[in-house]
């Protein structure tokens, strides 16, 4: 454990964080989950609607620093092909 109080600030910090970006990827997920079970099944409306909440989480996470933006930009283009493809 740490001694110097900076350093125990800094491990109460890094709890903080740890558990608001591992928020932002299981919601990252989630709705990946959720948006590609829906083009599986081909419902092109839903699918149409979840696209706009995936690009809000995915710009969030990038915002966050949870993912990387280069990451992020080839997220919302893999789901905007796989949306084209259902047309």
Do not use: C, G, W
């Not at 989630?30 to 419902?43: N, T």
């Not at 990387?68 to 949306?83: D, E, I, V």
């Amino acid at each position: 454990m740490p001694i110097i109080k900076s350093a125990k600030k800094a491990v109460k910090q890094s709890a903080v964080k740890n558990i608001r970006n591992n928020r932002t990827r299981r919601l990252l997920h989630d709705i990946q989950k959720d948006f590609y079970a829906i083009i599986k099944e081909s419902k092109k409306e839903e699918a149409t609607t979840l696209i706009n909440n995936l690009y809000k989480v995915v710009d969030t996470a990038a915002k966050k620093f949870v993912i990387p933006f280069n990451r992020a930009s080839r997220l919302k283009a893999k789901a905007a092909k796989a949306l084209s493809t259902l047309s």
